[in-house]
């Protein structure tokens, strides 16, 4: 059967009609009756806007937190917490965040760019960082038995922090030398905020883990400058702090700093040895220490003998003395008959030789065959010293006699000049005051013992002066890079105590 399109369109339309009944007589109906309740559905509507309010603080405060997570977390990861640095003579630092992980590796020199090399450590775990850098320095030669110290150098904020980061890494980098067989001396320190040592680093162009490790050694030893050091390898102060004598409060040390560089105690001992002219069995003291001398490491060695003090410095690396200096020990007990004069055969001017009632031949009768080869002070050319020679001369019975003491002539008795100081040999006299010899005189005597001329010599210093009941002359004068200081006898003309170095 064909259905007709308007029958389909009623039945919609009835269908529409039943599902939606027409009730609007009734609602209107109903609202008149309950107008007075229409208060109650303005409430409803309140609390749903509270609510919403409360919804909407709630995600705020979700994601403040979130966003504070977040920024924490990017602290965290990408702020420094220490700077360590590793320093030999490459100089490297390296900046960790808090947990350790590496934000930045810089070289501060040419020497650190070799280590580094092309290796990227960033986001690295500092354990392996310095693993790699240890091994890139054993592989390019900077830590090797010559020199085989290293400084860890850590910075934090938190004091504690940093020296806990310190030990760690200090006893890591002593067992990564030791696992590969090598020897080696680490340094560890923890920096402390500073800002005139800063400074200082910066004058000198060095690190701030540098400057204080000389610090330390400045506040242990005397005698030297921040310049002086700031030039030296850590090696070299390591070598110094060996002998500073204090306990470094700031700097813990682990191993022994190699001195393979250096010709050792025992050559520069047998250097000072011969020059002075002393059997070695025969000193009553004896001390050696590694010091630094106007920027060169040497060996300071001080000895006594035969009532005599001397000290050498010994260049650690040439041999070459650098220092001299000999004076009478005011401990020992030097007979009181007997009189110091100029290391030499007694030819030193006429005024001595005068003085004593001898020439030069009188004291010539040596046995030769027991002297020493002959060695010149610096610049000595043409000298009639004859070093390890020591004669005695008593005018009594017009004999000279030899010993095998050095480095001075001593006489003995009565000089033959009756009321002078050279009358010692004479108990009971007094010492004369007056002076017999000048002040040119002094001069030609210490101008003659240095093997130097008057011309060659500038004179900084000619000064009589009354020391321990002495009269005596003290003379200082250069020539070229060579200073010299004497003090002359200014009655008798003898050499009490002299003393060259280099400038």
Same mark, same amino acid.
């Given at each position: ?13 009835? &269908?529409?009609?039943? &599902? ?76 960790? !965040? ?10 501060? !020199? ?11 450590? %960033? ?12 091994? %890139? ?15 860890? %150098? ?11 980061? +310190?030990? /760690? ?15 080696? &001396?680490? $340094?560890? +320190? ?83 040895? &011969? ?80 003085? *004593? ?22 610049? +000595? ?5 004859? *070093? ?52 040119? +005189? ?21 000064? $009589? ?15 070229? !890079? ?13 050499? /009490? ?7």
């Amino acid at each position: 059967m064909k259905i007709k399109e308007t029958d389909v369109n009623a039945k919609i339309r009835q &269908a529409y009609v039943n &599902a939606v009944p027409d009730i609007c007589d009734v609602i209107l109906s109903d609202c008149k009756q309950e107008k007075g309740q229409v208060v109650i559905m303005e409430e409803t509507k309140k609390k749903k806007s509270f609510v919403k309010y409360m919804m909407a603080a709630a995600a705020c405060l979700v994601l403040i937190t979130g966003g504070g997570f977040g920024f924490n977390t990017y602290r965290l990861n990408h702020t420094v917490a220490s700077t360590i640095s590793l320093e030999v003579n490459p100089s490297i630092e390296i900046a960790v !965040n808090e947990k350790e992980r590496v934000l930045n590796v810089k070289a501060l !020199n040419k020497d650190g760019e070799i280590v580094i090399g092309d290796m990227d450590f %960033s986001g690295s775990d500092i354990d392996v960082v310095i693993n790699a850098l240890i091994g %890139s320095m054993l592989r390019n030669g900077y830590l090797n038995e010559l020199a085989n110290s290293i400084l860890i %150098s850590v910075d934090n904020a938190d004091p504690e922090k940093g020296t806990i980061l +310190q030990e /760690r890494l200090t006893e890591k980098v002593n067992e990564l030398l030791e696992a590969d067989g090598f020897f080696g &001396a680490v $340094l560890g +320190q923890t920096l402390t905020d500073d800002s005139e040592l800063q400074k200082q680093a910066d004058l000198y162009g060095i690190t701030l883990g540098k400057a204080q490790l000389i610090e330390q050694i400045l506040e242990s030893t005397q005698g030297h400058t921040f310049e002086e050091l700031a030039s030296l390898s850590i090696n070299e102060l390591n070598l110094l702090l060996g002998t500073a004598g204090t306990d470094m409060d700031k700097v813990s040390a682990m191993g022994n700093a190699s001195d393979k560089a250096y010709i050792g105690e025992g050559k520069a001992k047998e250097i000072a040895f &011969a020059y002075a002219g002393v059997p070695e069995n025969a000193v009553t003291f004896y001390q050696m220490e590694m010091d630094v001398e106007k920027g060169v490491m040497v060996y300071e060695i001080e000895f006594h003998y035969n009532g005599f003090e001397y000290e050498y410095d010994i260049d650690a690396q040439t041999g070459e003395i650098v220092k001299n200096k000999k004076e009478v020990d005011d401990d020992a007990s030097v007979g009181a008959d007997e009189k110091f004069v100029p290391e030499s055969d007694v030819t030193v001017n006429e005024t001595v030789d005068h003085y *004593y009632g001898i020439s030069g031949d009188d004291t010539t009768g040596a046995d030769s065959g027991t002297v020493p080869e002959s060695i010149n002070l610096p610049g +000595q050319t043409n000298t009639n010293y004859n *070093y390890g020679t020591e004669h005695h001369y008593d005018p009594h019975d017009n004999e000279s006699h030899h010993n095998d003491t050095h480095h001075g002539t001593y006489y003995s008795g009565d000089s033959g000049n009756s009321g002078s100081t050279g009358n010692t040999g004479n108990s009971g006299n007094t010492a004369d005051t007056s002076v017999t010899i000048t002040a040119d +005189q002094a001069k030609a005597i210490a101008l003659d013992h240095a093997g130097q001329t008057a011309d060659a010599a500038w004179f900084e210093k000619v000064e $009589l002066d009354y020391d321990d009941g002495v009269w005596e002359y003290e003379i200082e004068f250069k020539v070229g !890079n060579l200073e010299y200081e004497y003090d002359i006898d200014a009655q008798t003309g003898a050499i /009490r105590d002299y003393e060259w170095d280099h400038d």
